[in-house]
């Protein structure tokens, strides 16, 4: 902390002498002017990367969503009531139990 407090009264002493007290004002300001326009081009640019990860990622959703409903469709084609009994009857033998065959119990 010593050596940075001297390092500190150097360079004040320093820049007093060859450059007086409002051009050192105005040479920290310009770094703090660089300093704030690379932060503002460094924002923009993860900007631009993050809403182009948003574009790819909401393509992605849209592509999932779209074979989800594919899904369902074929899932509610393979189980409707006409092919399960048509199945039923050629594949697996059965038939509708005629009435004297039900037997309810109560």
Not at 6 to 13: G, P, Q, S
Not at 65 to 72: N, R, T, V
Not at 76 to 86: K, L, Q, V
């Amino acid at each position: 902390m010593n050596a940075l407090k001297d390092w500190w009264l150097f360079f004040k002493a320093i820049s007093g002498a060859l450059l007086g007290k409002s051009s050192v004002i105005t040479f920290f300001m310009c770094i703090a002017l660089i300093a704030s326009a690379v932060g503002v081009i460094y924002a923009s640019h993860l900007n631009r990367q993050l809403f182009t990860e948003l574009s790819v990622l909401q393509s992605e959703r849209d592509a999932y969503e779209m074979e989800w409903s594919q899904l369902l469709l074929e899932q509610s084609a393979w189980s409707a009531h006409g092919r399960i009994e048509h199945v039923a009857i050629t594949k697996l033998d059965m038939k509708i139990p005629e009435a004297a065959d039900i037997i309810v119990i109560k």
